[in-house]
């Protein structure tokens, strides 16, 4: 059995090796020209915990995680306003959160292809599908560079993100699903050896209201820096500027650290809406979609990268003993069955998160503080927990 997967971010590679390990022959396409660099910490906790360590992923995702004592919030002079205590976070989230970059949790799924015998899994970097073909015969797809060369497959699986185009093509415009929470996200990766001195082992975070700069020191001299912003919406003139450009008007006065961050900001620093995808039905015949092309939580749920693993992991072993193109359309039918629930349950902790994400007043970002220092509190604490990270995954 042939499948072609669109995308080698975690969701795809991970999709790959299960494949791969199940005897499928596999080939990944990816648009960018190597592994993407970009990304900020995410947490991994949830359902991606007890997947990676069914499929062997999880040492590998241990070894690659940073340690953080306490999440900070701190005022434009620097001091520390409420402060959530990592290890608390940890056992109220049901244990075992890891802090991982997300570039290096993509790096962990691309080396965990050596798992997988020769030759079953091909990754193709800088190859952009530009055409999706679904038919009763299989699956056709076509790179930009190479529009004459037919690709063909028993199972297309579009793992290409939030703006997916194998969605688009198949299933209909992004905005019948995309779901806009409000804000936009930038985050990159900057090299400076006083800040990264300043800030090792915990995440930071400005105290402040209708954004919030968030930064974390790496092993390198780097820190890497997180910034959210509300959304201007199309009509606002903030669009029109690069991103470089409007986040330097978006976050002054927050303090020195962030002055920094912003002129060390490359010119095109990774910077997206923050939105769900939410669909009717997740596969058109021989094409499934995996990660968040169906199912994005967005980062407030905290857990994007835990529901790829975990949502590649199921489908691996749905889609894995499949042996004729007769088992197909049940093996999917089975994959949407099984993992729908789960998505759902981190998209819903997700929506409730964004008002205390970025608070809109005063009043907002007081309640945020009383939660978070709620959360020291014995019996309180696990309620609490339940808020910031929705249903506490088992
Ligand atoms: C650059 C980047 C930075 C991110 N930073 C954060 C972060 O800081 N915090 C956070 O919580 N989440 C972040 N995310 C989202 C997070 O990676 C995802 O929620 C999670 O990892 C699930 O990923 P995925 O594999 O489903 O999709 P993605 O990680 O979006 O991967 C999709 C892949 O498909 C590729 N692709 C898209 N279209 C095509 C095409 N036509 N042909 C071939 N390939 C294509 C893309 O280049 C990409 O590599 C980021 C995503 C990206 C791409």
């Known amino acids: 059995m042939k499948a072609l997967v669109v995308g080698a971010g975690i969701a795809g590679l991970v999709t790959a090796r299960q494949l791969g390990l199940a005897g499928w022959d596999v080939e990944v396409l990816e648009?960018?020209?190597?592994?993407?660099?970009?990304?900020?910490?995410?947490?991994?906790?949830?359902?991606g915990v007890a997947a990676a360590e069914r499929i062997g992923l999880y040492p590998r995702l241990a070894a690659a995680a940073y340690r953080?004592?306490?999440?900070?919030?701190?005022?434009?002079?620097?001091?520390?306003?409420?402060?959530?205590?990592?290890?608390?976070?940890?056992?109220?989230?049901?244990?075992?959160v890891l802090s991982l970059l997300r570039p290096d949790m993509e790096r962990a799924a691309l080396a965990a292809l050596d798992d997988v015998p020769p030759g079953k899994v091909r990754v193709r970097y800088g190859a952009t599908v530009s055409l999706v073909v679904n038919d009763d015969d299989?699956?056709?797809?076509t790179v930009a560079d190479a529009p004459d060369v037919t690709l063909a497959a028993d199972v297309l699986v579009g793992a290409d993100g939030i703006h997916s185009g194998v969605r688009a093509q198949l299933f209909g415009p992004e905005e019948e699903y995309l779901r806009p929470l409000g804000m936009r996200a930038a985050?990159?990766?900057?090299?400076?050896?006083?800040?990264?001195?300043?800030f090792r082992d915990r995440f930071v975070l400005t105290d402040s209201i209708g954004r919030v700069a968030g930064l974390?020191?790496?092993?390198?001299?780097?820190?890497?820096?997180?910034?959210?912003?509300?959304?201007?919406?199309?009509?606002?003139?903030l669009r029109a500027w690069s991103p470089q450009e409007r986040l330097r008007r978006e976050?002054?006065?927050?303090?020195?650290?962030?002055?920094?961050?912003?002129?060390?900001?490359?010119?095109?620093?990774?910077?997206?809406?923050?939105?769900?995808?939410?669909?009717?039905?997740w596969r058109a015949g021989r094409t499934v979609l995996v990660g968040d092309a169906c199912g994005a939580v967005s980062l407030l749920a905290g857990q994007g990268g835990s529901l790829?693993?975990?949502?590649a992991a199921v489908l691996g072993e749905v889609l894995g003993p499949v042996s004729s193109p007769a088992g197909i359309g049940p093996a999917l039918a089975e994959f949407e069955r099984r993992w729908r629930p789960a998505v759902e349950?981190?998209?819903?902790?997700?929506?409730?998160?964004?008002?205390?994400?970025?608070?809109?007043?005063?009043?907002?970002?007081?309640?945020?503080?009383?939660?978070?220092?709620?959360?020291?509190?014995?019996?309180?604490?696990?309620?609490?927990?339940?808020?910031?990270?929705?249903?506490?995954?088992?």
């Open 31 to 47: 648009k960018s020209p190597a592994p993407r660099p970009d990304g900020y910490m995410m947490d991994f906790f949830g359902p």
């Open 68 to 96: 953080v004592e306490a999440a900070e919030y701190v005022d434009a002079a620097g001091r520390t306003t409420c402060r959530l205590d990592y290890d608390r976070f940890g056992r109220l989230a049901g244990g075992n």
């Open 345 to 394: 349950v981190a998209q819903a902790a997700g929506r409730r998160a964004a008002s205390s994400f970025l608070p809109a007043n005063p009043t907002q970002r007081l309640l945020r503080r009383w939660v978070i220092r709620a959360t020291q509190l014995p019996g309180i604490g696990r309620l609490v927990a339940s808020r910031i990270v929705g249903r506490i995954a088992k």
């Open 308 to 311: 790829a693993i975990a949502g």
């Open 216 to 237: 974390y020191s790496l092993r390198s001299d780097e820190v890497a820096a997180l910034l959210v912003y509300r959304d201007a919406g199309t009509a606002g003139e």
């Open 138 to 141: 299989g699956v056709r797809a």
């Open 251 to 281: 976050f002054p006065g927050l303090g020195s650290a962030v002055d920094r961050l912003l002129e060390l900001c490359p010119e095109h620093p990774y910077d997206d809406v923050v939105a769900q995808i939410v669909m009717p039905g």
């Open 187 to 198: 985050a990159f990766i900057v090299t400076d050896p006083q800040l990264n001195a300043r």
